[in-house]
């Protein structure tokens, strides 16, 4: 698969969307002085009216491209969405990474960061766009699909009070980790990292109580695109899945 540049990205999300009927709304222009044309990003939605939400989200960081790939892999398998279930999606949320392959936006800020000084820094305008679409949301799921291009295992970041089965059938088979630490979290010994307050946006939306259940998966950037993104598929089946089965609880 061949790297494709932003305009090319979202020419086919929107033709996906076109396709299967799945509204699209831009919720913000990210304009950058060393770059051509702003860069709209995209918050994609299936099934509105359904109670039980689910949001997915990608390319935070530029250079970790499985998942934004990954999404429209799902665009094209309309069969996936529910309608018992309202999906938000957010396939690139940080575009001038994206288009510059690297981790931090044009103006080198890590923008997986939720927090008082984001939200007010010009230099985070990705978070503030995101921010004002989910900052009244209560989702059921939250899921960003980050990667680790330095290994060839994979693993998450989880949030949870109690202990939480459905993030242990995520990477079931890829999480070979056998070492109690993963960049000094202390994690379950099986690749899953526990709890670390690190104000991303799947540690903020949860310690806000804007979503039930909240990971960051790291699909291994060592191991070839089209499995990473077959992983990343796996794992949204599955919490599909989750979803599906506790709607009424
Ligand atoms: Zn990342």
Request: hydrophobic share 35%.
């Amino acid at each position: 698969m061949r790297r494709i540049i932003y305009s090319d990205f979202t020419k086919e999300i929107l033709k996906l969307s076109r396709i299967n009927n799945y509204s699209k709304k831009i919720v913000g222009y990210k304009e950058s002085k060393w770059m051509n044309n702003p860069f709209p990003i995209y918050k994609l939605e299936v099934n509105k009216k359904a109670k039980t939400k689910f949001c997915i989200v990608a390319g935070v960081h530029g250079d970790e491209i499985a998942g934004p790939y990954s999404i429209i892999e799902l665009l094209k398998r309309p069969k996936f969405f529910k309608k018992e279930i309202y999906y938000q999606i957010f396939p690139v949320i940080n575009p001038t990474a994206f288009e510059l392959q690297r981790r931090n936006n044009d103006k080198g800020r890590d923008i997986n960061c939720l927090n008082k000084k984001t939200l007010k820094s010009k230099n985070y305008k990705e978070i503030q766009f995101f921010y004002k679409e989910v900052q009244n949301e209560n989702f059921d799921f939250f899921i960003s699909m980050h990667e680790d291009l330095d290994v060839d295992k994979a693993y998450g970041y989880i949030y949870e009070n109690d202990f939480e089965k459905i993030y242990r059938k995520l990477f079931r088979r890829e999480r070979k980790w056998k070492t109690k630490k993963i960049y000094g979290d202390k994690s379950d010994g099986q690749g899953l990292v526990k709890n670390v307050h690190d104000h991303s946006l799947e540690d903020r939306l949860f310690s806000m109580g804007k979503t039930k259940l909240s990971i960051a998966t790291e699909t291994p950037g060592k191991l070839n695109l089209e499995r990473r993104i077959i992983m990343n598929l796996k794992n949204l089946e599955i919490i599909n899945n989750h979803l599906l089965n506790n709607i009424n609880i």
